[in-house]
Nanobody, 132 residues
């Protein structure tokens, strides 16, 4: 099967850190644009970031800029989302997604950036809870 698997979520206090992992199986993430998304109960899914195929450019939602960082580990076929200075509003299920198109398409929406890539593969998500 071709799939993505997220891990690394958990419960953390405000101000704490987590590192999420997105591991590809059956395909090479180096050749895919990688998006991170999150969804809280009763809310729409929102884009967190989009990283181009080359990995040298990442677009971040304004709400996470300066706190979240995406990186790639080609040898492990893994993309990481390092989350620092976590806030309660960061709580949600986090998903990674992969798109063979080699660039990110980002537009401004009413509540922030919209990440417009059509992703072929999605992970099943990992829960991140930041206590109040």
């Amino acid at each position: 099967q071709l799939y993505l698997a997220e891990s690394g979520g958990g419960l953390v206090q405000p101000g704490g850190s987590l590192r999420l992992s997105c591991v590809g199986s059956g395909f090479t993430l180096d050749y895919y644009t990688i998006g991170w998304f999150r969804q809280a109960p009763g809310r729409e899914r929102e884009g967190v970031s989009c990283t181009s195929v080359s990995g040298d450019s990442t677009n971040y939602q304004d709400s996470v800029k300066g706190r979240f960082t995406v990186s790639r580990d080609s040898a492990k076929n893994t993309v990481y989302l390092q989350m620092d200075s976590l806030k309660p509003e960061d709580t949600g299920v986090y998903y990674c997604a992969a798109d063979p198109v080699g660039k990110c398409t980002v537009v401004m929406g009413p509540h922030g950036y919209l990440f417009m890539n059509e992703y072929d593969y999605w992970g099943q998500g990992t829960q991140v809870t930041v206590s109040s």
